[in-house]
C-alpha cells in the first residue's frame, strides 16, 4: 500500500490557522490569568492579523483542486466582511458585558470561533467541511447566545436555540446523505460534474436532499417557514451577539447559499425557482407584519431581519450575474445595518438594565443624542430611504429582480418596504417626541459610541458614494464560475 | 464446515473451561493470599469426606450455596435491568477472550488451526471496546437497585472507568508502533523477534513506560484496590448492595474473569504471548550456537502452558497489589487518572515515535 | 478469514449461555420470602427516605463530556499507530501537532478546575 502525501498549501489557510490559534490562546490566556483586556487584546490581534493577511490574498485566485478550500475573491471577500462583523461585535461588547454580566473570559474567543466557522463555510467546497463549520459557528453562537448567565431570558433562548438548531442540523446532515448517495461524493466540483449530464435535474433523491438541506440551511438564515425560534433568541440574546447573530451568521449561510445553487446544483436549481420565490415572497411580508405588532424594539428587529432575508432571497430567485452583484451588496450593507441598529441598541442601556420596550424610546434623543442619531439614521436605511445604504441595495436588489422578469417579486418588495417605513419611522419619531418622564442620562465609553458612529457614517458614505464598493463586489463575483 | 465450527467449540470449551476454573480458584487465592499476608489461615473448612486440601473446596461450596439462595429482587427496582446488569458482568468479561491467541498456529492432521477462538484483525479495539462495555453492567446495577448508595456508587465507577479507560487505550497506541497491527495474534507473533540477537522483543522491552500506564489503567478498569472506590466491600455501600445471591457472585465473578482478561492482554501485548524466549517452530535454539530440534506438538504444548503461567503470574501479582497498597481517595483516584497517567501516556506515545523513528534510521 | 465472525457469534452465544443458565438456575433454585424489612433498600439500617433516583452532583456529567472528547481524539492515533512505519517523520510531525492541540485541551480542562473533585 502505498500512501500519497497530500500536497498541503498552507499559505492559503494562513488566516484561518491565525483565528484558530489566537482562539486557543485566548482561551489560554483566560484559564491562566483571568485577564479580561488580555483576552480582548489577544483576540482583536488576532482578527487584525486575519484580515490584513486576506487583504494581502485579495485578487490571487486559487481554488484548490481536489481540496476542501476555495481561495478566490468571493470568499476573500467574505472573509473580509466576516472578520469586520467580529471586529465591530467586539468593539460594541467592550462596555456592555462588563455591564451585564458576561462570563467575559470565553466571549472574545468564542466570537473568533464563530468567525472562523463562517470563514470556513464560505470557503468550503465540500459538504461535509460545510457541515463542520456550520457547526462550529452554530455551537459557539448557542454558548454565546446564553452567556449571560444570570438572566434567564438569555439561557432561555440558548436553550431554545440549541435544540431548534440541532434539529436543523440533523436535517441538513440527512440531506447531505441524501446528496451524497445520489451522486456519489461529497465534493463541490464532483457533484456538479455527476449532476451535469442528467436529465430533469437529476434524479428524485436529490431533490429530496436539496430539500432537506434547505430545510437545515433555511433555519440559520430565519427563512420564513422555519423562522419561530429568530424572534425570541434576537430578543433574549446579549444585544451585540444579537447583532453578531443576524448579520454574521446569516450572511454566511446566505453566501454559501448562493455558492451551492451557482456550482454543484446549477442544475436541479431550475426546479426550485418556485420554491424560493414562495419563500422570498412569506418571509418579506411575513418578517414586516409581524414586525408592525412589536412593542419590543429588539424583537421588532428580529422580525425586520426576518423581512431582510426576504429581500436578499429575491437575489436568490433572479440568480445572475446581477442578482448575485446585488446580493453581495445587499448583505454588505443589511451587516452594517443590523450591526449599527443592535449596537445602538447596546449602548442605550442604563445600568444594568436595557431598554428594550419601545416606550422607553420616548425622548431619548434628548439624553443620548449621538446614539438616537445613529440609530435613526440606520432606521432610515433599513427602511430604504434614499441618501442612505439600504436605498442603494434595494435599488439594485429590485432592478436585478425586474431585469430577470420576476417583476411581480420587485412589486410585492417595493410594497414591503412601504410597510416597514411605518414601524421604522414609529420608532424614530418617539426618539424625538418630548420626553414624559425625566430620563437620567448615562455616560457611555467612547470605544462603542466611536465604533457606531463610525457604522453610521458608513451608512450615509455608501448610500452617497457606493461605487468603490460595487467594484470590489463585481470583482468578487466574477471569481465565481459563470452563470 | 461442520469441522470449522466443532474446532471453534472446542477452542470456546477450552478457554471458557481454563476461565471459568482459574475465576474460581481466583476466589480461593484472594482469601488464601490475604491470610498469608495477614499472617492468618485462611479459607480451609469446607471438605468432602474429611479430604481439606488447603480449602481448594471452597468454590465448590460457594457456587452451590450462592446458586440456592434467595435471589431478591428490590420492590422498588426495575426488574428486567436488575437481571440484566449481573448477565452483562459475566458477558462482557467473557466475550473479551475471543480474541487473546494462547498459542501458535497449531499443525494437526493437515490442518492449520490458530490457537485463538477468533482471528479478528481489530483485536486491540474488540478488547478495548468490551472492557469498556462492562461499565453498563455496573450502571445498569446502580440504577435499577433503587437505592441511593448504589446509584452513587455505580456513578464513582462509571466517572472512574471512562476516566482511566483514556490512558488505557492510549498506552496501546505505543504497542500497536512498535509492531505495526492491531490484531493480537500479529502481536504475539512479532514478539518471537530479538534484539541484539539475545533479549527478546518482547512489549516491555519496547515499551516499559507504556506497559505501566496499561497495567495501572487496566487495574482501574477491574475496579480493585487500589482502586475499588466503586465497591469497597469493607466501607463504602457499593453499586451492588441490593443484590444476593447468584447474581451478587456474578459481579464477584465477573470481577475475577476481568482480572484474568487483564492478564492475558498484558501477557499479550507486553510479555510475548504465548513466546517462550529461545523456542520457535524449530526447536530450542541458542541464538548464532545450534538448535536442538523439537517436535511440534511438544513446542505446541509448551507455548500453551507458558501463556497460562504468564497469566496466573499476572493474576497472581494482582492479588499481592490488591493486599499490599491501600486504596485511594476519591479526588486523588480522579487525579491519578486525569492528570499523572493521562499526559503520561500522550508522552509516552510522542516518546515512542521519536525514539523508534531514530532506531529506524 | 471470514471465518472468524462465525467465531465470535459462538463466543458471544456461549458466554452470553453460561451466566444466563446459572441465573436462570439460581431464580428456579431459590427460596423467596418477602418480608417488610427486606423489601426496604438498605441504606445503612435507616429508614429510606425520599426516591432512590435522586440528583447527583454535575462534576459526573463533566466527566462524561471531557472523555467524550478525549476519547475521539484518542482513537486518531489507532489508524496513525498502524501506518507509524509508512508515514514515516511526516505522519510523525502531524501527530506531535495533534498531540500540542489535544494536550493544550487537556491543559484548558485543568486549569478551568474541571478535573477537581470537591
Known amino acids: 500500500m502505498d500512501i500519497a502525501f497530500p500536497a498541503v498549501n498552507l499559505k492559503g489557510v494562513l488566516p484561518q490557522l491565525v483565528v484558530t490559534s489566537f482562539a486557543v490562546a485566548g482561551l489560554l490566556v483566560d484559564a491562566f490569568y483571568r485577564s479580561t483586556r488580555m483576552v480582548f487584546a489577544i483576540s482583536l490581534l488576532g482578527l487584525v492579523l486575519a484580515l490584513l493577511l486576506f487583504l494581502s490574498n485579495w485578487g490571487k485566485d486559487g481554488v484548490y483542486e481536489g481540496a476542501l478550500l476555495a481561495v478566490d475573491n468571493y470568499t476573500v471577500f467574505f472573509n473580509i466582511l466576516f472578520l469586520l462583523i467580529a471586529v465591530a461585535t467586539m468593539l460594541l461588547s467592550l462596555h456592555y458585558i462588563d455591564l451585564t454580566g458576561v462570563d467575559s473570559g470565553k466571549y472574545y474567543p468564542l466570537i473568533l470561533f464563530a468567525t472562523l466557522g463562517m470563514m470556513l463555510l464560505v470557503s468550503s467546497m465540500d459538504l461535509l467541511l460545510m457541515f463542520l463549520s456550520i457547526e462550529l459557528l452554530s455551537v459557539s453562537m448557542y454558548i454565546l447566545v446564553g452567556s449571560q448567565r444570570e438572566r434567564w431570558v438569555s439561557n432561555e433562548a440558548a436553550m431554545k436555540y440549541l435544540l431548534m438548531g440541532a434539529f436543523a442540523s440533523a436535517f441538513l446532515l440527512f440531506g447531505i446523505s441524501l446528496v451524497f448517495g445520489a451522486t456519489g461524493s461529497t465534493s463541490f466540483i464532483k457533484i456538479e460534474s455527476a449532476l451535469g449530464g442528467l436529465a430533469g435535474g437529476g434524479p428524485f433523491l436529490i431533490h429530496i436532499g436539496i430539500a432537506m438541506m434547505l430545510v437545515g440551511l433555511g433555519f440559520k438564515i430565519a427563512m420564513v417557514p422555519f423562522h419561530m425560534w429568530a424572534p425570541d433568541v434576537y430578543d433574549g440574546a446579549p444585544t451585540p451577539i444579537t447583532g453578531f447573530l443576524s448579520t454574521g451568521s446569516k450572511i454566511a449561510v446566505f453566501a454559501l447559499i448562493l455558492r451551492l445553487l451557482m456550482n454543484p446544483f446549477s442544475v436541479p436549481y431550475s426546479q426550485w425557482v418556485v420554491a424560493f420565490w414562495v419563500f422570498a415572497v412569506l418571509s418579506m411580508t411575513l418578517g414586516n407584519v409581524a414586525a408592525l405588532l412589536q412593542r419590543n424594539v429588539k424583537r421588532m428587529l428580529a422580525y425586520s431581519s426576518i423581512a431582510h432575508a426576504g429581500y436578499i432571497l429575491i437575489a436568490v430567485v433572479a440568480m445572475d450575474g446581477r442578482a448575485m452583484e446585488a446580493a453581495l451588496l445587499y448583505m454588505t450593507v443589511y451587516a452594517i445595518m443590523g450591526l449599527t441598529a443592535f449596537g445602538c441598541i447596546a449602548l442605550l442601556a442604563k445600568g444594568e438594565e436595557e431598554r428594550f420596550s419601545i416606550e422607553d424610546y420616548t425622548g431619548l434623543a434628548y439624553n443620548y443624542p449621538l446614539q438616537a442619531v445613529v440609530l435613526s439614521v440606520c432606521l432610515l436605511s433599513l427602511a430604504g430611504i434614499p441618501l442612505t445604504a439600504g436605498f442603494i441595495g434595494k435599488f439594485y436588489l429590485f432592478s436585478a429582480a425586474v431585469k430577470s422578469g420576476f417583476i411581480g417579486l420587485a412589486v410585492i418588495g417595493v410594497l414591503n418596504s412601504a410597510i416597514s417605513l411605518y414601524y421604522y419611522l414609529g420608532l424614530m419619531l418617539r426618539m424625538y417626541a418630548m420626553p414624559t418622564v425625566a430620563v437620567e442620562g448615562m455616560g457611555h465609553p467612547l470605544v462603542g459610541k466611536l465604533a457606531v458612529a463610525l457604522l453610521g457614517i458608513l451608512i450615509l458614505v455608501l448610500g452617497i458614494y457606493p461605487s468603490p464598493l460595487l467594484g470590489v463586489i463585481k470583482e468578487a463575483v466574477a471569481a465565481l464560475p459563470a452563470i | 464446515m461442520f469441522i470449522d465450527v466443532a474446532i471453534t467449540l472446542l477452542k470456546i470449551a477450552f478457554v471458557f473451561g481454563l476461565v471459568l476454573n482459574i475465576a474460581g480458584i481466583l476466589g480461593w487465592a484472594e482469601r488464601k493470599q490475604s491470610a498469608v499476608m495477614q499472617d492468618r489461615i485462611g479459607a480451609n473448612r469446607a471438605d468432602i469426606l474429611g479430604l481439606r486440601l488447603f480449602g481448594l473446596f471452597h468454590p465448590i461450596a460457594d457456587i452451590v450455596k450462592v446458586i440456592t439462595k434467595e435471589d431478591w429482587i428490590p420492590p422498588g427496582g426495575d426488574k428486567f435491568l436488575h437481571t440484566l446488569a449481573p448477565f452483562l458482568a459475566l458477558f462482557t468479561a467473557l466475550a473479551v477472550f475471543a480474541v487473546i491467541p494462547f498459542g501458535d498456529t497449531l499443525h494437526i492432521a493437515g490442518r492449520d488451526i490458530p490457537l485463538v477462538i477468533a482471528d479478528l484483525n481489530v483485536g486491540i479495539l474488540f478488547v478495548i471496546a468490551f472492557g469498556s462495555l462492562g461499565i453498563y453492567s455496573v450502571v445498569l446495577a446502580g440504577w435499577s437497585s433503587d437505592n441511593k448508595y448504589s446509584l452513587l456508587g455505580s456513578m464513582r465507577a462509571a466517572a472512574q472507568v471512562i476516566s482511566y479507560e483514556l490512558a488505557l487505550a492510549l498506552s496501546v497506541v505505543g504497542v500497536i508502533m512498535a509492531y505495526g497491527s492491531v490484531e493480537l495474534d500479529d502481536i504475539a507473533r512479532a514478539q518471537g523477534q530479538y534484539v541484539l540477537g539475545i533479549i527478546p522483543y518482547w512489549g516491555v522491552i519496547a515499551q516499559p513506560l507504556g506497559f505501566l500506564i496499561f497495567f495501572a489503567a487496566a487495574m482501574a478498569e477491574t475496579k480493585r484496590t487500589p482502586f475499588d472506590l466503586p465497591e469497597c466491600e469493607s466501607e463504602i455501600i457499593g453499586y451492588f448492595t441490593e443484590y444476593s445471591g447468584f447474581k451478587f457472585l456474578a459481579f464477584w465473578m465477573g470481577e475475577f474473569i476481568e482480572v484474568i482478561a487483564v492478564a492475558g492482554v498484558v501477557t499479550t501485548l507486553y510479555f510475548g504471548g504465548w513466546q517462550v524466549p529461545f523456542i520457535d517452530s524449530q526447536g530450542f535454539f541458542v541464538p548464532g550456537l545450534f538448535t536442538i530440534p523439537l517436535p511440534h506438538l511438544l513446542v505446541v504444548v509448551i507455548q500453551v502452558t507458558a501463556f497460562i503461567l504468564k497469566v496466573c503470574f499476572f493474576c497472581w501479582f494482582m492479588l499481592l497489589v490488591r493486599w499490599t497498597l491501600p486504596r485511594f481517595r476519591y479526588d486523588q483516584l480522579m487525579g491519578f487518572g486525569w492528570k499523572f497517567l493521562l499526559p503520561l501516556a500522550f508522552l509516552n506515545v510522542i516518546l515512542s515515535g521519536v525514539i523508534f523513528m531514530s532506531f529506524e534510521g | ?118
Open chain 3, 1 to 118: 478469514m471470514q471465518g472468524y465472525w462465525l467465531a465470535i457469534v459462538l463466543t458471544f452465544l456461549i458466554a452470553a449461555l453460561i451466566p444466563g443458565l446459572l441465573i436462570f438456575l439460581s431464580t428456579i433454585l431459590g427460596p423467596k420470602r418477602l418480608t417488610p424489612e427486606k423489601a426496604l433498600p438498605f441504606e445503612c439500617g435507616m429508614d429510606p427516605s425520599g426516591p432512590a433516583r435522586e440528583r447527583f452532583p454535575i462534576k459526573f456529567y463533566l466527566v462524561a463530556v471531557l472523555f467524550l472528547v478525549f476519547d475521539v481524539e484518542v482513537v486518531f492515533f489507532y489508524p496513525w499507530a498502524v501506518l507509524y512505519k509508512k508515514l514515516a517523520i511526516f505522519g510523525l510531525l502531524e501527530m506531535m501537532v495533534f498531540t500540542l492541540f489535544v494536550g493544550l485541551a487537556l491543559l484548558y480542562a485543568w486549569k478551568e478546575g474541571v478535573l477537581e473533585w470537591r
